[in-house]
């Protein structure tokens, strides 16, 4: 993956320490990593965590700029090569689905024209909802490719469907999409 430009979008569940390892990961296999996190992930963990792991700046906001003064949903939407976003909450799912754009993570999935991986992340019980179930299928409708979430044990206590995928896994959907987008 070296040299590979990858935007990985962190939203907030407590699935976000797992985005820490995935984008140790990538950069430790040459990627280069520009992460943006939702308010909302910051509860969970911290852009000085991102910062370090990636050596690049985190970007967390809509309207001041890190790197990219025609605004960061512009800059990195024209940069990155692909989007992952992980973990993908119900609410970043919906936000998706509907097009909204309130924040940098939504706005940016809007402007970016390349190929998106999405990596739900949510408590069994939200998971199973119709709600949950009709954005995820229109997401793939739209053509977003969609790491599907494992069972296992969940934070809440419980164990079930909703549990991110391992980082592991996730690399090989970012590797299997990278690949087939060479031309």
Known sequence: MQDRQIILGVSGGIAAYKAA?????LTQS???V???MTESAQEFVGPVTFEALTNRPVNDD???????????????????????????TANCLAKLAHGSANDLLSTLALAFMGPILVCPAMNS????KPAVQRNVEQLKADGVRIVEPGEGWLS???????????????????????????V
């Open 62 to 88: 809509l309207f001041t700029p890190t790197e990219h003064y025609q605004g960061e949903h512009i800059g990195l939407a024209r940069l990155g090569e692909l989007l992952v976003i992980a973990p993908a």
């Open 156 to 182: 809440c206590g419980t164990v079930g469907a909703g549990r991110m995928a391992e980082p592991a896994d996730i690399i090989l959907a970012i590797e299997r999409e990278l690949n087939s987008t060479i």
């Open 30 to 32: 040459g990627a280069v």
């Open 125 to 128: 019980e939200m998971w199973s």
């Open 34 to 36: 520009s992460v943006v």
């Open 21 to 25: 390892d995935l984008a140790s990961k």
